[in-house]
């Protein structure tokens, strides 16, 4: 069978293996290359990185400190643009988007969870978690409740009212993951998100990663180094100057 002798019925009610193969992805990047040019000689950050990720899968993007990874995240969520190449998310190319509509897509797509995990301290979980839904004019109903569902979903349903300094690190990573999710984006971008915590605590964080993309059908591409956490991915690929290694 062809893709176009696939009808949307037929996808319906296939196991979702053979979904992932007939579904367009939900994030693809095509021959991405992007050179910095800030610096007295160009770096060539990225040379033809292409990866697809079919929807509701965890990718893990690993490799050392300077492959590229931080570069790529940023070019797949539109904070930055690729030199050659283009990137494709749920159907759209994002990279030929202007800047209007690269907010817009960021606030409404994407969520961004990063190794420092840049909560506002004087603002509790709950606030936190709020801001993106009042950047997006969500009704105050709409938004307790919401808020409510995100830190139940993370595990601190308990801690709504607590101030980042009176959670541990982890907890707190949760918080930027519910705050991250607030708007229902389709796909979430952690870079290094477990960087910062000790082993115990970053495999607690990637396991509700990993639940989250099962259960609320995220598709999610999460920079690692920590090799303990690769296990948890669907699909795993490795870069080393700015080169795929092990395709995924
Ligand atoms: P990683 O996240 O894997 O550590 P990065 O994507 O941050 O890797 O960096 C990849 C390469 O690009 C490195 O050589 C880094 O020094 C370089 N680089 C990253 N950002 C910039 C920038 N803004 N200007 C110039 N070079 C940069
Ligand atoms: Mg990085």
Do not use: W
Not at 30 to 35: F, K, L, M, Y
Not at 157 to 162: K, P
Request: glycine residues 8%; without cysteine; proline residues 6%.
């Amino acid at each position: 069978m062809t893709e176009a002798e696939v009808t949307d019925v037929d996808v319906q009610y296939m196991p979702p293996e053979r979904r992932a193969e007939v579904e367009p992805p939900m994030v693809e990047a095509v021959e991405i290359v992007r050179v910095y040019e800030t610096g007295a000689e160009p770096v060539r950050a990225l040379d033809r990185v292409s990866l697809r990720v079919p929807r509701a899968k965890l990718l893990a993007l690993r490799g050392r400190s300077g492959s590229g990874k931080t570069t790529l995240l940023s070019i797949i969520g539109g904070l930055d643009r690729p030199t050659e190449g283009h990137v494709v998310i749920d159907g759209q190319t994002v990279s030929e988007f202007n800047e209007e509509q690269l907010v817009e897509f960021r606030r409404h797509r994407i969520g961004f969870v990063f190794q420092t995990m840049g909560l506002l301290p004087i603002l509790s979980a709950a606030e936190n978690v709020e801001i993106p839904l009042r950047l997006v004019k969500a009704e105050p109903s709409a938004r307790e409740a919401r808020v409510r569902e995100l830190l139940t979903m993370v595990g601190l349903g308990e801690r709504m009212d607590h101030r980042p300094y009176e959670l541990s690190g982890g907890e707190q990573q949760r918080v930027a993951i519910a705050r991250a999710l607030a708007n229902r984006p389709h796909v979430l971008i952690a870079d290094e998100p477990t960087g910062q915590l000790d082993s115990d605590t970053g495999r607690g964080i990637m396991t509700v990663l990993r639940n989250l993309v099962r259960d609320e059908g995220i598709t999610a591409i999460v920079a690692t180094h920590d090799p303990s956490l690769i296990d948890l991915a669907d699909q795993v690929i490795e870069l080393r100057d700015g080169r795929i290694v092990t395709p995924g």
